[in-house]
């Protein structure tokens, strides 16, 4: 029997889950974001579960909200990605280790040492979010009064990402003799010097460590613009999206794969995987009513902040307690504006429920038992909608617990996720072939 | 009975030894550099035997000496420091961890929430080495076709200093509430936004992470310029020293203490640890010859370059089983050539020896039996000439179990270093204190 379509599922954490009320919810860790030893039991329960990797997502500043509504906000700090996860790589053994890094605000031979630094380090699993940094509260921290205009920054990403990939390169695999007798520790003739002279960056190299184990580590795309489907239909192997539904699943992956076609990329050499925001219940009420108490721990001034923004018109003024009333159209954001309305009907929000959905999290939700979650990602991979997903845990430990006892043995039963590992590096677990070196032919090549 | 001066010491790792002849010696680890197992069974020995830290130094290019020597040298590529100290810190408890960052050709918020990261998931051990990068060809893989100037490399160091320290005082030690009830995560009061604007950094802050456990990292240092001098006395809490005699060393000792007092800091604020090469033997002749073998596992060319260099002279020209001719004066660099004629008639070597001698490794060095090493280091402790040292070992694994298990215990019987260590953090292994935080009152100060 032919194997079935497999699904890929990345944890996304930050390094918790993304819901701003998850850290009040009963059992929750509330310091979760900040303790080391509950992010080790995490990456070893995602481990267990035999997920594809642990996603850290990352932001360069802290004030991208007004204080009134950051301060109850458990995202507003967080380990640095590339300090966390070397230590999470060695409390583990197969779990693939993503970590974002920004291509506006970083130095192309410094993230090319430390991906390659963590690659080695964790035998093979490390990933690289590429992100251009949309928030602009960063640039101030970085010597700049405005931010790098979007075009400019997803220039300068693709030129970083050549310069990174180019200093990876800069070793063949078989560079390193270390022959004792003859005192040789490397051969010349085996590393190149990449000169890079761009636009954007002059890097002469080479990299002062040796190529990583997995050639690159395995190349992450999360921006949702033109210029970032470009960017990732171009370079990347995994994409994070942010589709909401079904349908706009399947559009995204079809416009993907068909920009893959026209660059003459193989369409199984990038997965595409949504974040889903998962809330799990023994019953449908159960998880309905876990959800509704997650949103109510959402303070309800921030989230009428999140409303107003997202109508164009002041939320403060509509009664908490009655349904949206009728608002007149504005010009701010049309399609922001008619999802909330959509939203609002389909579920039969109050105001404040309204509210409260929007501050915790409004995107792609499973809310269900572990078998209508596991009805859902079958769904979405058998109609090529996506080729897993990027869970988003709605509360911490006990969401990440659930996810692994109950919905991964459901998705194994069905044939559609992994046992047990197959492989070693992140590249096995994803189904990716190792990169040729540009500049070497490869002494093992995949 | 008033405890003795104690001495601190640092393990000084690239991450393995300085010495170019070390990879080749029999039973050495040839690609200790570059095998996590190893590293941590060596933090893990140095935790057992006490030391204040194991130090990471770093530098940001490969091309740093012409590609015939640097095939032959095991330090042509290492490990990202702040990659490989994160996953160092699962595996040991109370070991200090100091990686060395630039401020010439990295950006200071990174930095800062790097070592903050570093210093919580380590619980309170982490130190920074700041330098300003003297090495030239590390300004090529950074856009810059050439290096700053020195003294403006020390102005935007220092800034770099106050921007780092003044973002990691973003943070009251008290400022994260998590108050589930009232869903208040944090205290905007305890909050301070930096606003730095500078010549050389607009850093607005805050930092996205807490205070540092040690309020902050431990600040090391080690330029021997004026101004590097100068920065130390003024910034320093450590100062790793290149100080090549007792004499030299109790000078550079005075000196830099003068400064201090000048500045009206406490001089047992600061502790100078000079680098020292270790090589150990059973016998003072057993230490001799271990040395003279590790040398003349140096290949004679490359130490030949080196000689000529230091001479200002071509030493391929001369007989290399002679003693070193009479060479005419030149005008480069006359103390470096002095020191190597004074090396060549205090020692009676070779040509070929003198060479080997300066391509492994020339300055500080401690050589003979346990006791006799104990010695030294007993006379710099209590003649002001150092407050401990940073160590180097001869090679590895063999040269740092030998000091742990043979030159430990005999300071330890002296009673002029720990038996156990005393408290939790770098700070307190050295003695220093936690600094307090400049924009609000501690809650807690040691
Ligand atoms: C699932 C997901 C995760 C993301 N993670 C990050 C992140 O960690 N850091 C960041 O700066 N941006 C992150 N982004 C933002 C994207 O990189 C991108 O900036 C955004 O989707 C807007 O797309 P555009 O920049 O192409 O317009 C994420 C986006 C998605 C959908
Ligand atoms: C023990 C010791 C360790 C050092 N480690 C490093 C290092 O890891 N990286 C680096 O760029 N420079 C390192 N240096 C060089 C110093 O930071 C400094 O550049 C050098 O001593 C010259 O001093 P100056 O820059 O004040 O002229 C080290 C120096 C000493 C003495």
Chains 1, 2 share one sequence.
Do not use: C
Not at 42 to 57: I, K, N, V
Not at 125 to 147: K, Q
Not at 213 to 237: D, F, K, M, N, Y
């Amino acid at each position: 029997m032919a194997q079935l379509r497999q699904l890929h599922l990345g944890a996304f954490l930050r390094p918790t889950t993304i819901h701003t009320g998850a850290w009040r919810y009963p059992g929750a860790f509330p310091d979760a974001n900040f303790n080391f030893a509950h992010l080790k039991r995490f990456a070893q329960t995602l481990e267990r579960g035999r997920f594809d990797a642990f996603f850290m997502a990352d932001h360069l500043a802290v004030l991208n909200m007004p204080v009134e509504a950051l301060k109850r906000s458990h995202t507003a700090t967080s380990f640095d990605p590339l300090t966390l996860l070397p230590a999470l790589a060695t409390a583990t053994e197969r779990l693939g280790l993503i970590a974002t890094a920004s291509t506006t605000f970083e130095q192309p031979y410094l993230v090319a040492r430390r991906f390659a630094s963590l690659d080695h380090l964790s035998g093979g699993r490390a990933g690289w979010n590429i992100v251009t940094t949309s928030n602009p509260d960063a640039a101030l921290n970085f010597g700049l009064e405005e931010h790098m205009e979007h075009d400019e920054r997803y220039r300068r990403g693709r030129e970083f990402f050549d310069v990174v990939t180019g200093l990876w390169d800069s070793w063949a695999d078989d560079a390193f003799l270390r022959d004792t007798q003859s005192g040789v520790f490397f051969d010349p003739d085996k590393l190149h010097v990449l000169n890079h002279k761009g636009p954007y960056f002059s890097v002469r190299g080479p990299l002062n460590i040796a190529r990583p184990i997995q050639g690159w580590p395995v190349i992450v795309q999360a921006g949702a613009s033109e210029a970032g489907r470009q960017l990732a239909a171009e370079t990347a192997e995994v994409i994070f999206g942010a589709t909401s539904s079904i349908e706009e699943g399947r559009r995204f992956y079809a416009d993907i794969k068909a920009r893959m076609a026209k660059l003459g990329r193989a369409p199984d050499s990038l997965k595409i995987l949504p974040g889903a925001f998962v809330v799990i219940g023994r019953t449908e009420e159960e998880a309905q009513e876990k959800r509704a108490r997650l949103d109510s721990l959402v303070h309800a001034e921030s989230g009428i902040a999140s409303l107003s923004i997202a109508l164009g018109h002041d939320a403060s003024l509509f009664d908490p307690d009655a349904p949206l009333p009728e608002i007149p159209q504005t010009n701010d954001s049309q399609s922001g504006r008619e999802r909330v309305l959509r939203l609002a009907a389909r579920e039969g929000l109050t105001v404040r429920q309204l509210a409260q959905r929007l501050g915790g999290y409004a995107g792609l939700a499973m809310v269900g038992t572990p078998r209508a979650i596991a009805d859902q990602m079958e769904e979405w991979l058998t109609t090529e909608a996506s080729d897993g997903f990027n869970v988003m845990f709605s509360h911490v430990p006990d969401g990440i617990d659930e996810f692994v006892d109950l919905v991964v043995p459901e998705l194994q039963r069905r044939g559609i996720f992994r046992r047990d590992y197959a492989g070693s590096t992140l590249r096995d677990h994803l189904g990716l072939k190792r990169p040729e070196n540009r500049f070497f032919r490869d002494a093992v090549t995949a």
